[in-house]
């Protein structure tokens, strides 16, 4: 139960990590909440959602049958823990301005923030790396802890990451607050940067433990 509920928070912790990173929905999310206010957020993160729950099915219809295999564990892991440690790099040298983001949004003003969500996740290239690297990782270990209950375990602490990060945004942008401003956000960003190189370490010795398992070392 321990492992589990270990393994939920640290979900949320990479969830919000992705979430932070400066990208098209950030923007969009802001600029909405600033037209229509705070629950512009949310339907924001019903879009996003929709999507993942989308590709979450596509994923598991698809590589269910390598749950469970070291080789393809080893391989993940070593791709999940690479790409954290990128992630991690670029996501603490990476600097916002948010004093003219909700100027950004002129084009997509004919969409619903629903659809801007769906429509932001799926048009954002780190979307797909993410999911194909870190976030089968994940699904594979929630799986390996509990089975379904990993796997619930996993969604629901990426998920809450997403929706409390992006209602946090839309609920100061829709106040007009000075609290989300340029520097407390890089300083988040420097410590999700820290956070997430950790973790990559973490999936690498990981992978490499399996891979001295299997004798191929």
């Not at 959602?49 to 049958?65: C, D, N, Q, T």
């Not at 040298?93 to 948010?98: F, H, P, T």
């Not at 797909?128 to 969604?155: H, S």
Request: aromatic share 14%; charged share 10%; hydrophobic share 55%.
């Amino acid at each position: 139960m321990l492992e589990l509920i270990l393994f939920v928070l640290t979900s949320f912790g990479v969830g919000l990590s992705g979430a932070l990173v400066p990208g098209p929905m950030l923007t969009v999310t802001v600029s909405d909440s600033v037209k229509k206010g705070f629950l512009a957020g949310p339907l924001m993160v019903l879009g996003h959602f929709i999507m993942e729950f989308i590709l979450i099915i596509v994923i598991l219809a698809g590589f269910s049958w390598l749950i469970g295999s070291t080789e393809i564990a080893i391989i993940i892991g070593t791709l999940g823990g690479i790409m954290l440690i990128y992630m991690g790099y670029t996501t603490a040298k990476s600097k916002i301005d948010l004093q003219n983001i909700s100027d950004r949004d002129e084009s997509s003003s004919k969409y619903g923030s629903i659809l801007k969500g769906a429509v932001t996740s799926i048009s954002n290239p780190y979307f797909f790396i993410w999911w194909a690297t870190i976030g089968l990782a994940f699904l594979f270990k929630g799986v390996e802890i509990a089975g379904l209950v990993g796997l619930i375990g996993f969604i629901v602490g990426h998920w809450s990451a997403d929706l409390g990060w992006f209602s946090t945004v839309s609920f100061f942008s829709s106040r007009e607050s000075k609290f989300i401003n340029a520097k407390n956000y890089n300083i988040i960003m420097k410590i999700c940067g820290l956070f997430l190189i950790l973790l990559g370490a973490y999936f690498l010795i990981m992978a490499q433990a399996n891979f001295v398992n299997l004798g191929m070392y």
